[in-house]
């Protein structure tokens, strides 16, 4: 059974690139574009792993990684942040709120996979 990765992004040519880089290696992707209702997707259907943009419509990345690491069903989960602010408090906020990892845009396709297979054990 394929893996199963969550894609909380607004930007329709990340989700685009990401899709096609994760699909190709076998992944099944799914997508979610809302903050509002991002962390009640992942409790819903819960993937393998959520890569997460910081800045959404309705509630910021954070907001959501906080819920999801307050939650006993999606504490767990990796999380891997993914955002266009790269500034250090940035990754500071979101390593103390319990990402896994945090990536910044832009960024390289063999970058998105490597740490998709690692944060895994793929």
């Keep these: 059974m394929a893996r199963r990765v969550l894609l909380i992004e ?6 685009e690139a990401i899709s096609f880089i994760l699909t190709r290696d076998g ?14 997707r992942v409790r819903k259907l819960p993937p393998d792993l959520v890569i997460l943009d910081v800045m959404l419509p309705g ?21 891997m942040m993914l955002t266009a ?23 390289s396709n063999a970058e998105v996979l490597e740490n998709v297979r690692a944060l895994v054990g793929a």
């Design 10 to 15: 607004d930007e329709p040519n990340i989700i």
């Design 27 to 40: 992944w099944t992707v799914h997508t979610h574009e809302d903050g509002e209702t991002a962390a009640e």
């Design 59 to 79: 509630r910021s990345g954070f907001d959501i990684l906080q819920d999801l690491r307050g939650n006993a069903a999606t504490k767990d989960i990796p999380v």
């Design 85 to 107: 602010r790269g500034q250090a408090k940035d990754r500071e906020m979101a390593m103390q709120l319990g990402a896994t990892h945090f990536m910044t845009k832009p960024f």
